[in-house]
């Protein structure tokens, strides 16, 4: 065995015996440690938790999907008035996207409302009824798990169908089978064609209580004018998103005669948005872990300090002993240096030990998933093991001047 | 010669005063001899038994330990010297509280790197030589004052130093039980260990074989006993 490693086995023995005699001493001082590393790895973990559940929610919303329409997904409040008074999207210019554009894998105008639904008594409220064309298949990923989804002559002879949400029809029709049923929407008997795939939620919205119908149809029965249109354009290729965003601009600017003076008058939205918002939402969560985590540490390796100089100054005459029977000056060093480390891995230990709790804790009571990774806990371990030197060299150091002589007179 | 001191002076510089606690002293000690060092308080014994231990280093002169010049020493170099030629008995004991007494007299051990195995084996042996081997497993703070200086003694021989040196090892115990120790000191003596001994108690410096008095930093008398 090398020398060094004797030295530290003694080292951890003398430390832990001083631990162990000083209880409460230890944990109180291992205190502000533990808080620093508690807050730090359940932040870390409740960011993390919330990374994984954002993007499953946004996972609706293809990335390679671009969203034309008169009003930004983001925006600050004051720019409100300048948007509202922009120009509506129109079918027709939705129709111009479609023929120039050499990206668009699909594009389909989408108008959208919210209905009751009836069959034979039942009803359910609030539905989503949208508007659009064939090509909403691909834009929204909306597949049919039975019967079939929209098809041009559908839409070209505003056929009075619909394509329905799993919920609805779970819902509406229960045990009997939906296609080819006519159920009533406003007033108007539309025809059953096909059922949608589950799709989930998104930000709590049920994306499964949805009717979809040919816009025209959706016209003729809501009106034409005054609503909101969205032109969904789907990318043939999802790298070429940036450069797909870059035509549809052209192209709009071009339909709707903008010279180079002016700026746009429409939005192209995309799900990075969403991912760029919410980054900068959970970049303050990052700054307070990190505030939080350094004060705590800060604070816990002081007072990790001020007890090893106490613990120094009780055992003035021990360091006395060691040194007139040999201990030379490195060696009483590493033997505090590993004291005040042990203090200060215990308090990991204790922290992590508590942010796993509080992890569970949380993902069992609210809907805040929060997930430990092993790389938080190491990084924590060797942070501190870092703290542990530094704030443990000091009195470490003072120990080792000691002057063996008036050690061993110390009373 | 084991230990040669040639014009040996300490002097201490405290602020305005300056204190010469030792002037020039002159002595020889041979192997296996056995030596109080006697003197009233402030006559420079302690000084002196800190420089023979290697705690302390003189102002001038030399000091030569086994043909090494300790005078010239830095700090890890007299740790080096101290943990392997001098075995320090004294008057408190001097034991780490919370380690037994086995580990105590494994620490002289462990900071020369004797590896664990060998290291257990040395200190049991040193612990049956002063007659603890039943105790050795007992903290400090479970032995009598007598078990205690035996188990300091058992450390101090553990590394089979050059020199043993007590310093007033009897000071703090009963008469019964400084005999008692006196009596291992003189066993020590007998197995050809080197023994300086500091006290001021007549009758402990009888189990010497030779007394030096020192006065006012120098020595004032250098008598070999008869027995």
């Known amino acids: 065995m090398p020398r060094f490693l004797i030295y530290a086995a003694e080292g951890v023995k003398i430390a832990y015996e001083a631990l162990r005699a000083y209880k409460l001493r230890s944990i109180l001082t291992t205190l502000g440690i533990v808080i620093g590393v508690t807050t730090v790895i359940t932040i870390v973990s409740l960011i993390q938790g919330l990374n994984r559940a954002f993007t499953s929610e946004i996972s609706s919303l293809g990335t390679d999907t671009l969203y034309i329409g008169k009003w930004p997904w983001m925006m600050d409040g004051d720019d409100w008035l300048k948007f509202r008074n922009r120009p509506n999207v129109t079918i027709k210019e939705a129709n111009e996207v479609r023929s120039a554009s050499q990206l668009a894998q699909a594009v389909a105008p989408v108008m959208r409302t919210q209905r009751i639904i009836k069959y034979q008594g039942k009803s359910l409220e609030r539905v989503a009824v949208v508007g659009t064309t064939e090509d ?125 003076i002016k700026e746009n008058n429409f939005a192209i939205n995309k799900q990075s948005m969403f991912l760029d918002m919410y980054n900068k939402l959970t970049r303050v969560l990052w700054a307070v872990a990190i505030g939080v985590g350094a004060i705590s540490l800060l604070v816990g390796g002081i007072g990790i300090m001020n007890i090893m100089l106490v613990s120094v100054t009780e055992r003035t005459r021990e360091i006395g002993i060691r040194k007139a029977i040999g201990a030379r000056k490195t060696d009483i060093l590493w033997q505090f240096l590993i004291e005040s480390m042990m203090i200060c891995g215990l308090g990991v230990v204790i922290g992590i030990g508590l942010a796993v709790g509080l992890a569970k804790l949380v993902a069992a009571t609210t ?37 063996p002589i008036e050690a061993l007179r110390y009373e | 010669m084991l230990i040669q001191l040639v014009n040996l002076s300490k002097v201490y510089d405290i602020g305005a005063v300056r204190v010469e606690a030792l002037r020039g002293i002159n002595l020889s000690i041979e192997r296996n001899e056995y030596v109080a060092i006697m003197g009233p308080s402030g006559s420079g014994k302690s000084t002196l038994m800190n420089v023979l231990g290697c705690l302390d280093t003189p102002t001038s002169g030399e000091y030569l330990l086994n043909n090494n010049r300790v005078s010239e020493m830095d700090d890890d170099q007299l740790a080096e010297i101290r943990n392997r030629e001098i075995g320090f008995v004294f008057q408190t004991f001097n034991l780490l509280p919370r380690a037994n007494a086995l580990h105590n007299v494994e620490l002289p051990l462990i900071y020369n790197g004797t590896p664990t195995q060998q290291r257990r084996q040395l200190a049991k042996e040193a612990l049956e030589k002063v007659g603890l081997e039943d105790r050795m497993h007992h903290k400090p703070n479970e032995l009598s004052g007598g078990q205690r200086q035996r188990v300091a003694i058992a450390r101090a021989l553990v590394n089979k130093p050059s020199i043993i040196l007590a310093d007033e090892p009897t000071g703090n115990l009963d008469s019964k039980t400084g005999d008692e120790i006196m009596e291992i000191f003189e066993a020590l003596h007998e197995q050809g260990n080197t023994i300086i001994l500091v006290t001021h108690e007549e009758y402990i410096a009888e189990h010497s074989d030779r007394i030096i008095r020192l006065r006012d930093g120098s020595i004032e008398r250098d008598e070999s006993m008869s027995r």
């Open chain 1, 136 to 260: 909403y298949l691909l834009t929204a990923n909306a597949t049919p798990e039975e019967g079939r989804f929209l098809i041009p002559s559908d839409v070209d002879q505003n056929r009075a169908v619909v394509v329905i949400g799993s919920e609805v029809a779970d819902k509406l029709f229960e045990k009997e089978d939906p296609i080819g049923k006519r159920v009533s929407i406003a007033g108007r008997k539309f025809r059953v064609i096909g059922i949608l795939e589950k799709r989930g939620t998104m930000f709590d919205n049920n994306l499964d209580i949805l009717a979809i119908m040919p816009i025209g149809a959706f016209q003729s029965v809501f009106g034409a004018t005054r609503r909101r249109i969205e032109i969904q354009v789907k990318v043939v290729n999802p790298a070429m998103v940036e450069e797909a965003e870059y035509e549809l601009t052209g192209i709009m600017r071009r339909v709707r005669g903008l010279p180079a």
């Open chain 1, 367 to 403: 809907p805040l998933p929060a997930a430990i990774t092993l790389w938080v806990v190491f990084l924590g371990l060797a942070f501190v093991v870092g703290i542990g030197v530094f704030f443990g060299i000091y009195p470490a150091s003072k120990a080792a001047k000691l002057n």
